[in-house]
């Protein structure tokens, strides 16, 4: 059985940091590129980070581009997100979501059941 | 950066409807689009990729078509665990932007 367990959620507050982490299990991690997408409360989706298979290629959204590092371990099967500087805008559940062995551009196969992230003072 | 819109932004249906979602894309993605179904308090749940059309066990009444900028998303039969809210997101090029979300309603 495939499963995505998200974990590192919390309340954090302006201008601080958390990391989220990713473990995987039932799927072959090393060889599946992956993302980070969230959603504000109430609203939609959000694609915002990838990291190919090997962790040498990563891609973020302007919204987070320079405050958030997306990194894995493909030896522990797993996803991190360290984010910085986190804004009150930044609230919002946060899914892993890893593609099929085809690829990225053939959509997010695998997701988490998601993190909460709440940034308020 | 390439942007998604998906019309209309929630519909009313009941059961046994044929519903169609339009998706369109600001620049020509060729195939390169997957749908997801999201319930409330749920993930996303990936339906199909225009590459490959549907995901093993998704029901067969779930079909999507189209290419270039033009995409939709058709349930041919409407039934209740159906209704949840759907995305289009383009995947050919970086940011891989979602469409804002279609809701299906219960009429």
């Known amino acids: 059985e495939v499963q995505l367990v998200e974990s590192g959620g919390g309340l954090a507050q302006p201008g601080g940091s958390l990391r989220l982490s990713c473990a995987t299990s039932?799927?072959?991690?090393?060889?599946?590129?992956v993302n980070w997408v969230r959603q504000a409360p109430g609203k939609g989706l959000e694609w915002i980070s990838y990291?190919?298979?090997?962790?040498?290629?990563?891609h973020y959204a302007d919204s987070v581009k320079g405050r958030f590092t997306i990194s894995r371990d493909n030896v522990k099967n797993s996803l991190y997100l360290q984010m910085n500087s986190l804004r009150a805008e930044d609230t919002a559940i946060y899914y892993c979501?890893?593609?099929?062995?085809?690829?990225?551009?053939?959509?997010?196969?695998?997701w988490g059941q998601g993190t909460l992230v709440t940034v308020s003072s | 950066d390439i942007q998604m819109t998906q019309s209309p932004s929630s519909v009313s249906a009941s059961v046994g409807d044929r519903v169609t979602i339009t998706c369109r894309a600001s620049q020509d993605i060729s195939s390169w689009l997957a749908w997801y179904q999201q319930k409330p308090g749920k993930a996303p749940k990936f339906l199909m990729s225009a590459e490959t059309s549907l995901q093993s066990g998704v029901p067969s009444r779930f079909s999507g078509s189209g290419s270039g900028t033009d995409f939709t998303l058709t349930i041919s039969s409407l039934q209740p665990e159906d209704f949840a809210t759907y995305y289009c997101?383009?995947?050919?090029?970086?940011?891989?932007?979602f469409g804002q979300g279609t809701k299906v309603e219960v009429k």
């Open positions: 039932g799927f072959t991690f090393r060889s599946s590129e």
């Open positions: 990291i190919s298979m090997s962790g040498t290629t990563t």
């Open positions: 979501a890893s593609a099929s062995l085809l690829g990225n551009n053939y959509g997010y196969r695998y």
């Open positions: 997101q383009q995947t050919n090029t970086f940011p891989q932007a």
